[in-house]
């Protein structure tokens, strides 16, 4: 059990990491139960978010969620925590009780200064990069799909992993054999061999053949147990990343 609470710990400092919206949550939830009114309107607020941090640290509940989610996600349970709303209650209360304009502008520019110390720019060369195309996905993935498209992209494609998000988002009228998590184990064996550095040939030709896949997208550097031409696929096309075989 301990093991989880490290995990929820962990998840805890990935997501806040250095900022300081927490503690903001800590001192707003601390000025609205020290208030009566304050209490009364929006301590339900607070008491939701005492529940949610018990059953995110509590072992056997992260165990359970953890063993729901997927990859290294658990940081996602703290979305759940309604930080927004008690800040920005908090704030607000704190404004409106100056009787003076002014004095309620200064107030929310105070607060508003302070929340964007506590924060960090997302708007960086690291975040953000200059896009390929006016698609906004890798060149190489819409080379792809031309490729398919103009063949007439009649039937599945078994597709590299690497492209599966890219290629949804510039035409639906590529289809693909399974999405980016697959849907039976099955399928999730095909996107694990389309990744070996030796790619089975024979049973890559198989599984096309069972799910009626027209063509195959392997990377361009890929090593083959036998000759894909020996399966009875042609090269379509190369993007220089990646080839598209089509099956005869």
Not at 29 to 39: C, E, G, K, P, V
Not at 54 to 69: D, G, R, S
Not at 200 to 227: G, H, N, P
Request: hydrophobic share 50%; proline share 2%; aromatic share 16%.
């Amino acid at each position: 059990m301990m093991n989880h609470f490290e995990t929820a710990i962990q998840a805890f400092w990935q997501y806040f990491a250095d900022g300081w919206y927490f503690f903001f949550m800590i001192a707003a939830s601390l000025y609205i139960l020290i208030r009566r009114h304050t209490r009364q309107r929006a301590g339900l607020f607070v008491y939701a978010a005492i529940a949610l941090l018990l059953l995110i640290f509590n072992p056997i509940v992260a165990a359970v969620i953890e063993k729901m989610l997927e990859g290294n996600v658990y940081w996602r349970v703290f979305w759940t925590l309604p930080l927004l709303p008690i800040i920005a209650y908090v704030v607000t209360d704190a404004a409106w009780e100056r009787r003076e304009w002014f004095m309620r502008l200064l107030a929310c520019i105070m607060f508003g200064g302070i929340i964007m110390i506590g924060g960090k720019s997302i708007y960086t060369q690291e975040n953000y990069t200059k896009a390929e195309n006016t698609y906004k996905i890798p060149d190489q993935a819409a080379g792809v799909c031309d490729l398919i498209l103009k063949d007439g992209a009649e039937g599945r494609a078994i597709v590299h992993p690497d492209l599966i998000t890219y290629i949804r988002q510039y035409s639906a009228d590529v289809t693909m054999l399974y999405g980016r998590r697959g849907y039976s184990s099955n399928l999730i064996r095909v996107m694990d061999a389309l990744q070996q550095e030796i790619l089975d040939v024979a049973y890559l030709e198989k599984v096309a053949e069972y799910y009626k896949c027209s063509y195959i997208v392997v990377k361009a550097d890929a090593l083959f147990e036998c000759m894909p031409e020996e399966a009875g696929w042609t090269l379509l096309g190369d993007t220089g990343m990646y080839r598209v075989y089509k099956r005869i």
